[in-house]
């Protein structure tokens, strides 16, 4: 098996643990303080990804060109900043 090839499963392997931590997180936030860690880090997440959603939009209008979004791309995105705004806010917090 090639370098490149090894490499590329690692990295889909490492984005799918991070969706699959996405998932599990919200569905199981634990007690209060873990609850209020999920909310703050859903919030977030929601707000980076409407603003890359929007310049998406304006970067279509600008160009012309309607470009689909990649869904694999964009949930990927996703849980990474959910997994970064959600260790921020545990760090922060103390959890």
Same mark, same amino acid.
């Given at each position: 098996?090639? /370098? !490149?090839?090894?490499?590329? $499963? #690692?990295?889909? &392997?490492?984005?799918?643990?991070?969706?699959?931590?996405?998932? =599990? +997180?919200?569905?199981?936030?634990?007690?209060?303080?873990?609850?209020?860690?999920?909310?703050? /880090? !859903?919030?977030?997440?929601? $707000? #980076?990804?409407? &603003?890359?959603?929007?310049?998406?939009?304006?970067?279509?209008? =600008? +160009?012309?060109?309607?470009?689909?979004?990649?869904?694999?791309?964009?949930?990927?995105?996703? /849980?990474?900043?959910?997994?970064?705004?959600?260790?921020?806010?545990?760090?922060?917090?103390?959890?």
């Amino acid at each position: 098996m090639p /370098a !490149g090839a090894l490499i590329f $499963l #690692v990295v889909l &392997l490492i984005f799918a643990g991070l969706d699959v931590f996405l998932v =599990v +997180t919200l569905f199981h936030p634990g007690d209060e303080r873990g609850q209020l860690m999920v909310w703050k /880090a !859903g919030s977030h997440t929601l $707000l #980076v990804m409407s &603003l890359v959603l929007v310049l998406d939009v304006a970067h279509n209008m =600008v +160009t012309g060109q309607p470009e689909m979004v990649n869904p694999f791309t964009h949930l990927t995105i996703t /849980a990474i900043v959910y997994f970064c705004a959600l260790m921020y806010f545990k760090r922060k917090h103390g959890g």
